[in-house]
């Protein structure tokens, strides 16, 4: 089945059919407008969860303790909307299979594949489902998008026979998708990293002391780890790949469990490259602020 939260976000649609009066309108900084020449596509603030996004001007906005929904016009006695489902947990280290599992099995799937907002990463969902009603089939988009503060669910529904006429409009909306400074860092540059043009493909991490590596995967400006933590309370403050100093926010890691670290930076690997690098991954233990190291090597194929 779709997660809880989704279902009460859909549930939303039926209930506020015909009944939108009394939502307040969000002041906004600025306005643009995007590809559709008669669509003005505004810029939403959203302060502690992320830095902007985009919403049609003429739509009404509704905060509530889960998500930020965008209400748009009937269609058929069903409301069109788009909804920012804020994160509840950790980076998803497959996107893939977080993307499905919340999408469940209670929807028909009409197409799925990887995509970018942004710049960032994100999987996207189009499937159909009949509201609760069983009166109208309800199109929808489902955006999930991957950040260092968890998994932002972006979500588009309308009747089905209306979907064309609006989905242009989150499209546009979510181009301008934007993380606040503290949870989106700057790339910087850094010293050479090392690269092994005989180094075999296979992909891997070892040598560590205190950390377990369990999967890696290195791009030209970003490295993810699945990190298996130790039997301490620790927070990952610093990453170096091959003498690259790449970029991370703060991440707690809880005593013998896992998560996912994400690393931004400068990497002088193109994409097919195979390399053989020294990775130092710098860390507090419990409230200390004084910095551990655990260092190993990690091979593979940049993606």
Request: charged content about 20%.
């Amino acid at each position: 089945m779709k997660n809880l939260l989704t279902l009460a976000v859909l549930a939303v649609v039926v209930i506020i059919s015909g009944c939108t009066q009394g939502i307040n309108q969000t002041p906004t900084q600025s306005t643009t407008t995007l590809a559709q020449p008669s669509t003005v596509i505004e810029k939403f603030v959203g302060g502690d969860d992320f830095k902007v996004i985009g919403y049609p001007g003429t739509w009404k906005t509704k905060l509530t303790k889960e998500a930020i929904l965008f209400i748009g016009p009937q269609e058929s006695g069903v409301v069109v909307m788009f909804s920012v489902i804020r994160p509840s947990r950790k980076q998803a280290s497959v996107l893939e299979d977080f993307a499905l599992n919340m999408t469940g099995s209670d929807v028909a799937i009409i197409s799925k594949s990887p995509r970018k907002v942004n710049g960032m990463e994100a999987y996207e969902v189009v499937s159909t489902f009949t509201d609760v009603d069983r009166s109208q089939k309800i199109k929808a988009k489902d955006v999930f998008v991957n950040t260092p503060v968890g998994v932002y669910e972006l979500l588009f529904t309308s009747p089905e026979a209306s979907y064309e006429k609006y989905v242009q409009m989150f499209e546009d909306s979510i181009a301008i998708f934007e993380l606040s400074s503290t949870d989106s860092k700057t790339t910087t540059t850094t010293p050479e990293a090392t690269e092994l043009s005989s180094t075999p493909p296979k992909s891997e991490c070892s040598g560590f002391s205190y950390f377990a590596i369990k999967n890696h995967k290195l791009t030209e400006s970003t490295l993810m780890l699945d990190i298996q933590n130790g039997a301490n309370d620790i927070t990952v403050v610093g990453v170096d790949l091959g003498g690259n100093e790449l970029t991370t926010s703060l991440i707690p890691i809880s005593a013998n469990e896992k998560a996912v670290v994400i690393a931004t930076g400068s990497i002088p690997l193109t994409i097919g490259s195979e390399y053989r690098s020294r990775l130092t991954i710098t860390y507090n233990l419990g409230s200390s602020s004084d910095k551990h190291e655990d260092v190993g090597t990690c091979t593979g194929v940049v993606q």
